[in-house]
């Protein structure tokens, strides 16, 4: 039985815990940046409409580096990203303004085509043993050859007014796809932290070995990742539907990067087993930022990828060397050394590269 | 005569370039502690993942209390009623304590984890265990002793009938190893079958029941009572003592000359302390101890991979810093075997030549840094010939000869190198016994032509049979120094005494090395 | 998981001395990945010359064509020198539009000749090379992380840059010898009556360089040796006496350099100096090198596979274009072209395995 008591030592130490994460450093950083922002638009940039704005084009990061994030967590990559969420976005386009499909049935094929792609490259990946890199290397290729041929040069502006009138809308100056986002990244930190499922995703992810020996069939999780990854991009590519004013070629082609930086600068390891919602949310925000900074101080826009590029490098040496020196600290305490993390040796030794889809 | 609950029969099991298990036998009763002894290499572990469906066998039969079965994954050995602590770390390290051992059939309601649920059952392994740990806590931040015992906590709570037990012992201390005994004792009284893999015969005597000998993936001693046998008839099954009690040549080396490696009160930041020892011309150093006493750490850190904290290093009596192996090759001379043959000796993926001359580019580089293949061959074949390494040609890749070969490779690369130390680090782990009395023969003649060799080996006949003194180590201490006499049974026995007093007694190491 | 191997049950015992392979696993020559990737590129090329004459046109197609071959294959190069260390370099293209716009600012700005600007490009890619792997080798972060947020950060400060030094985006300066450099094949080159075929571009000298360089470093000298064992296992490498620190800063300056290379074709083969530079470098960088044979995982790489790698995709890529199919629906020829081509590779490598079990 566990006691109040117990709760209250148990609450202190998650505090604790949250206190020195990445995630709490990143909401210092969020909360200041946008105090400072605000200061230095002398209040205009805390104003509805600027919120607004701001919460508005937040949608989409999010919801690819959560796609990213899921694909990491079983230490595979997604590089079809960007390239499936301008497929995702252009073939709903095409089947609200061309075909005449009625909005709610686009947005569902669209979604479900989307996660479809991610549940093909996940069976492949698995059947053929190829990296996963080269493989979404090859989705992605293919995925931008269909996305044009769908959308050839044009841009595709006459789909359903209602999807853009809720793509646009903001109840409390609270756009209804930045809320989409946020609901999906609940959904997303609840299935990884209290599903079975997700929770066998992060087995896989953090030691395969051991999750093979306990049951866990790790291919079939590297196909769930898959999966998933393309439902959230295909979640990603409605909200950048309904918000953009047009869908056309261009649509996810810069989503690439922005998706592997979110989930690094959130925390989360390429080698898997960790995952970091909050995070990787949070990490959005910062570069939104960034960018909101550059727009007020009316910046070249070049100046945000320049300086998210420097927050990531100093994310993952920052993270390096502090892992360094705490190793260091605890090799004096602890006399026993860290047993390294001996993964999958021996029974992968038996078939070349046979847990290493990655 | 208690039930029989798994019994199998000729079983066999190939990997690439070697035949793991090759015909071994094994019958488990309800209520017993069974033995499964072998040197390393041997088949254990592979034996104890074919009962668990991790590797399928290529051949034989499983039968549980009667009837056929076949164990494809964990997850059908586990419902069959068969759990295992391997002797890999097989913890997620991101999960909590209580997480990570209810891993196999976690409490859920409606496809969701029921984080309450998992603490009951969780507390009461731990308990069994006589652990007070705190369930919530996440596995990555316990110490290795922890994370082992919550390993054995997570196999209790599968409440198997067959429980394999892989090296459980290896990262205990006495008093947790006694804890673990007593649950095992519990475990039989409720008719459990326990398997205990260990390479602590005490402990084996202790506990156990039946016994099964592993010799070379075949199994010469199958499921008999313990109590017929003495501890030197086991340690000859395993071993095979015909095949060690071969003739050398004598060997003398100069106990007066200056060590061609000497470290004097060296410490270390993984925790070594006042380590000493010499190495002078021509002689072989045994550096015995248990898995996890330090000993390859020891070598690293000399070699520059970790930090030296105290103490000074001596080669040929000038005092040296080594700051990477590069520097310990190149400048001292000093070539290191690793015992990781997979992961730090050979390049599976490279071919033979390359392989061996990797340590010698240096010195057969010409202007431009080229260095012509021909030569390259040359110095290739004359190690392949002279080693005796059985392969198609140069060019095959190092990852499809059989492990004996891949260790000879490896040895070869600093053969070549004609290094004026060598350290060689369980050279005969996973040989077979053949290749093995080739590798001590090897040895030995190097030292006869005056190579000095440190030899660290866990394997106690290996260290009787080469080496001139002995140096026990453990708790990344040395313990003593006991000169060799080569008559097995006591040598074995002032050893293994100095293992187990733990009193420091460091003395006689550090007056042997000034 | 695992391919469940069976071998009969009376084989014979695995003495150590026995189980020495009695065959070379080496595959019969018409396997060859390389040789098979000639022969493809040929068969097509002959099959797109006899669908659409045109495709032979030596200079309307074959130049142009040879002349993107010559620059990606460089490409191809850089990212396999990377990969030969088993890392990778996600900053190609970006590191290519630095080396560009160091050589328009100095034809621009210090008006220096064709030479000298090509020297200020490679030396800008090389330290940009350099630096990447210094932080790869100091704190030991993967190689993805950092050429990625390299590649983020060159991409802003390659377009601050020149939107800093030049009005409308790019150096149009062009020294005297660059537009022949775009424009001269070898059939401008005559000894005394012979000359050279017009469909084979002078730029291409510097592909036949880049690729006599490499395949001098990875078959003759002990930099090459060195590069690939600490690719292939980098824990052995070290061990072995390898510096490897040392090796992964060399390989990233090398792919730097080669980047910058490409970056300088690219420009001379477009004309003007621009951020645009190697947006598209990615994809045929590793499109190249592992058609072509490199491991992704390193230890192993294939000079002249980049090379046909390259070509193969080249070919495709404009045959299908002659054949009106669509220029960016090609890609998804390519990427289905990539996947075939691995799983193709992979089927190899598990029957050779499984043969490796049997004989054992």
Known sequence: MITTNDRGGRAGAVLRRFSRSTAMTLLCVTVAGYLALGAASSGEFLQGPSVRTFLQYLATPILIGLAQTTALCVGQLNLAVGALGGFTACLMGILMADAGVPAPIAVAAGVVVAALVGLVTGVFIVATRINGFIVTLGTMTILLGAQYRLAGTRTIDDYSPTLRDLGRAAPLNLPLVFLTALVAAALLAAFMYGAIAGRRLLAAGGNPLAARLSGISTDRQIVLAHTLSGLLVGVAAVTATASLPGVNTSVGGDWLLPSFAAPIIGGVSLNGGSVAVFGTVLAAFVMRLIDAARAQFSLDPSWVNFLIGLVVLGTVVGGRIRQTHLEKKGTTHERTPPAPASRGQTADAALPNAGGAR | MSEVLLECREIVKVFPGVRALDGVGLRLTAGSVHALLGENGAGKSTLIKVLTGVHPPDAGHLTWRGEQVHLRTPLEATRTGIGVVHQERNLIPGFSVAENITLQNPPSRHGLVDRQAMNAPALRCLEELGLDLDPHRLVRELSVAQQQLVEIAKALHTQSEVLLLDEPTASLSPQEAENLFQVVRRLTARNTCVVFVSHKLEEVFAISDTVTVLRDGRSVLESAPLADHTHDDIVNLMVGRAHTAAKMLPRTPEPTSVPVLALDGICTARGHQDVSLAVRPGEIVGLYGLVGAGRSELVKAVLGLDRVTGGEIRVDGTPARIASPRQALHEFGIGYLTENRKEEGVFLEQPIHRNITVTVWKKLARALGVVSSAEERSVAQNLVERLGIRASGLDQNAGELSGGNQQKVSLAKWLAADTRLLIVDEPTVGVDVRTKHVFHELLWELARTGLPILLISSDLTEVITLADRVLVMADHRIRGEVGNDHHYERMSGRIIRLIHDRAPSAVSAQQDAK | ?360
């Open chain 3, 1 to 360: 998981m695992r391919t469940p191997v069976r071998t009969p049950r009376n084989a014979s015992r695995a003495d150590d001395e026995v189980a020495a392979p009695k065959s070379t696993q080496r595959l019969p020559i018409w396997v060859n990945q390389r040789l098979g990737l000639l022969v493809l590129t040929v068969a097509l090329a002959t099959l797109f010359g006899i669908l659409r004459p045109a495709f032979l046109d030596q200079r309307l197609v074959l130049f142009p064509l040879l002349r993107d071959i010559s620059t990606l294959t460089v490409v191809a190069l850089a990212q396999m020198v990377a990969l030969s260390v088993g890392h990778m370099n996600l900053a190609v293209g970006r590191m290519a539009s630095f080396g560009a716009l160091c050589a328009g600012f100095g034809y621009d700005r210090l008006g220096l000749p064709l030479q000298l600007g090509l020297l200020l490009c490679l030396f800008a890619g090389a330290v940009i090379g350099a630096l990447t792997g210094w932080i790869i080798a100091r704190t030991g972060v993967g190689s993805f992380v950092v050429t990625l947020a390299m590649d983020f950060a060159l991409l802003g400060l390659v377009s601050l840059l020149y939107s800093a030094l030049t009005e409308n985006a790019a150096f149009t300066t062009r020294p005297s010898g660059l537009m022949d450099l775009r424009s001269t094949s070898l059939a401008d080159i005559c000894i005394g009556r012979v000359c050279g075929s017009p469909a084979v571009p002078q730029l291409a000298q510097f592909t036949v360089l880049a690729l006599a360089g490499l395949g001098f470093l990875y078959t003759c000298t002990r930099m090459g040796r060195e590069l690939l064992l600490t690719g292939a296992n980098p824990a052995a490498a070290e061990l072995s006496g390898i510096p490897t620190g040392r090796r992964i800063l060399l390989a990233h300056t090398l792919s730097g350099l080669l980047a910058a290379l490409a970056g300088f074709m690219a420009a001379v083969g477009t004309g003007t100096f621009r951020a645009s530079i190697g947006n598209d470098f990615m994809l045929p960088s590793f499109l190249g090198a592992v058609l072509g044979g490199t491991l992704l995982t390193g230890g192993i790489v294939s000079v002249l596979g980049a090379l046909l790698g390259t070509s193969l995709v080249g070919v495709i890529r404009k045959g299908l274009d002659l054949l009106g199919v669509g220029m960016e629906s090609l890609n998804i020829y390519l990427g289905c072209v990539l996947l075939l081509a691995l799983s193709a590779d992979r089927v190899r490598t598990v029957v050779s395995y499984r043969k490796v079990v049997r004989s054992a």
